[in-house]
Structures are given as C-alpha cells and as structure tokens.
C-alpha cells in the first residue's frame, strides 16, 4: 500500500505545496516565490511574507493536487514544516494543515525545516546508506550534521555568527548586486579570477567544525570601501569568485574533516547554499580524491520546496511519529527536536474525539 502525502512550506518566502507518493515519488511541487516582493526592500519583510502567503496558499496547493492528478481524498497524511522560519510565515502553513487533517481525519506531521532540507537527497538517491554526513547551508543555518539513522541526528559544528547564505547575501549588497545575493554572485563568479583577491579564511581552533563568516563579509566591504575611496574600479566577476572560493574552502575542508573524524563515506549536500555551482563542483572532485561519496539535490530541490518536507515526512510517518492537531510554529526549532504542543507526542487527534 502506497502512502500519498501533501506536504505544505510557509517558513520563509517561498509558498510550496507537493503531493509525494512513498517519500520519493514527486507527483507535483509548486513553489510560489515572493522574491521580486520582497527584492526591493533588500531581504524578506516578516509581514509581507505572511500576507503573500494567505494570498497565494489556496492557488498553491490546488495545483499541487491537479498537478498530482489528485483530490482531498486521496491523502493519507498532510504535512507542514512547523520550525525554524519566521513565525507569522509558518502559521499560515500550520493552521491550514492542521485544518486539513482535522477536516480529512487523516494523520499530521510536523516536520524541521533543516530536517526537509536533508531529506532533499533522498529525492535524489532513495537508496542513501547511514550513517551519512550532511553539510546544511541555507539562509538561515549552516551545519555540519552526522545522521546516524532516519531522525537521529547530531550536529558537529555550526557558525557562530552569519550563515553562509546570509553572507551570500550581504555581500552582495554591498557589491550592489541585488537579493538574493547567493544566485547572483554564482553567476557573477563563473566569469571571475577566484585568485583576483587575497581573503581570509576563519578556520577557528584546530579541529573546529565550527564556521565563522563574519570577519570574510567585513574584508569584502572593506575591499569595496577602500577601492572606492582611491576611485579604483573593482571588477566584480573577481571580487565574487574570490568570496565564493574563500566560503566553499572553508565549507569543503570542515566538510572532509568531519567525515574523516567520523568514518563516513557518503556525504550529503543540503540548503538554498548547495545550489551553488562552485560548492558543488568542489566537494565532489575533492570528496573524490578520498573515495568518498557525493549526493547532492538538484538545484531546484536545494532551495525551499515543499517535495523535500513530504519526503522527511514520509520516513516520520513510518515511525509513527505524528503530530497533534495542538502543533504551534516554532521558529526557533533545533534539529532533532520535536515541541508539540502540550507534550502530546507521538499521537493524532481525531474528529471523533472531538465529538
Ligand atoms: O534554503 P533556502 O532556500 O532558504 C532558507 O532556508 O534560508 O536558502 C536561501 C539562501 C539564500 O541566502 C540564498 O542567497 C542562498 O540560499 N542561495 C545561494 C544560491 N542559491 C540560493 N547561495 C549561493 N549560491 C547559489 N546558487
Ligand atoms: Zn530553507
């Protein structure tokens, strides 16, 4: 018997819905993007976010189950990303799930928004082996993750300032490139002398895992400044591929120590980050040269997307793992946390307990 699960997205600026059979089986995924709203303010507004996604979350999901060929009733679970995002962004995603596995009666899963990131590379590879190591770069996080088996996960090492899309992003603003920065700066850096200029890498202690961006972005608007002070023209092809090599150095090494440290062959790619063309190619020819296994997502499925959330939901479901109709927006959830609300884990509430 195949599972149909329709999975919901609302944690940032992206309103996704997707219909996945049997956690890899993508009938449809639609991402409605709010990029260009939000472009001209130069990052995400917390409340236009949300109000787009009431706008546009009926349209969404409807053709998220036309697309799929697929009614209401066909659903054997409905699945919404909970935490981390912005807290009025995931709401809109939550109440409606929860409304939608009220009013169907079918199960709720409450599913980590890194968690659905992560799970992006079984969309990929269905057959993945554990224990796996995943490198997660998106907007918001970057961390370096052992997954031992489906949902246990321990986190190595993390920045302790900007993620690195974040840092994709502020320099770019500051070059005058635009949001978001991270696709812009990729295109810019194909055509860009990686050498051009000297910065630095942060790779803290010896040993460490974490990561740290913050003093790179500040040599980047340091660069900038001084160049405009003494009326130099920056070549911004150089500038983005020196910045872009200085993060995926940093990136890959920690990456290939922390699978060294650990034992582990495969190597997992998730977050907007891995859509980068740069970090792709370099941590697949470096993992390589160790024998060691490279899965990364297609691009589509590296930046937010609803597919990613039913696949994590789907390995949830087989454990029983289900979510109250008491499930709130966490914004600030950890990995490898669950907060449902009033401690009810594990457990599904039915119409007819209501009745
Ligand atoms: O995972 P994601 O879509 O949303 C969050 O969960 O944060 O990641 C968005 C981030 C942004 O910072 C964006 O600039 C970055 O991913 N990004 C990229 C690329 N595509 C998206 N960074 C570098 N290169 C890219 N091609
Ligand atoms: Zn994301």
Do not use: W
């Amino acid at each position: 018997m195949s599972v149909v699960i329709l999975a919901l997205e609302t944690s940032c600026d992206e309103t996704a819905a997707a219909v996945v059979v049997d956690g890899c089986q993508v009938l449809s995924n639609i991402i409605s993007s709010q990029i260009d709203v939000h472009k001209k303010f130069g990052g995400v507004v917390p409340e236009v976010a949300s109000r787009k996604h009431l706008e546009r979350f009926n349209q969404v999901v409807a053709e998220a189950l036309s697309t799929a060929g697929l009614d209401y009733k066909d659903l054997d679970a409905v699945a919404v990303t909970y935490g981390p995002g912005l807290v009025g962004a995931l709401l809109v995603g939550v109440s409606a799930a929860k409304a939608m596995a009220f009013g169907l009666d079918i199960p709720l899963l409450g599913i980590n928004h890194l968690e659905g990131h992560i799970y992006a590379n079984f969309l990929t590879e269905p057959q993945l082996d554990f224990p796996s190591l995943c490198l997660v770069v998106s907007g918001g996080h970057t961390d370096l993750v052992y997954i031992q088996k489906h949902g246990s996960y321990r986190v190595l090492g993390s920045t302790r300032d900007d993620a690195a899309g974040e840092a994709f992003d502020k320099v770019a603003r500051t070059m005058g490139l635009g949001y978001p920065g991270g696709p812009l700066i990729d295109r810019l850096a194909r055509a860009g002398d990686p050498e051009a200029f000297s910065l630095p890498r942060a790779y803290l202690e010896e040993g460490s895992l974490d990561f740290s961006f913050s003093g790179l972005k500040s040599s980047v608007i340091n660069a900038l400044n001084r160049a405009s002070r003494q009326g130099q023209v920056i070549k911004k092809e150089d500038l983005a591929a020196s910045f872009q090599k200085a993060v995926t150095d940093v990136l890959v090494d920690k990456t290939l120590l922390a699978a060294r440290n650990m034992g582990v062959s495969t190597i997992l790619l998730a977050g907007g980050v891995a859509a980068n063309a740069g970090l792709r190619s370099d941590l697949v020819s470096r993992a390589r040269r160790e024998s060691r296994r490279v899965v990364i997502p297609a691009p589509l499925l590296c930046t937010d997307n609803a597919a990613m959330v039913a696949c994590a939901a789907y390995f949830k479901y087989l454990r029983g793992d289900l979510a109250p109709l008491t499930l709130n927006a966490v914004p600030d959830l950890k990995l490898g946390e669950e907060r449902y609300e009033g401690n009810f884990r594990g457990r599904v509430y039915r119409t007819d307990q209501y009745s």
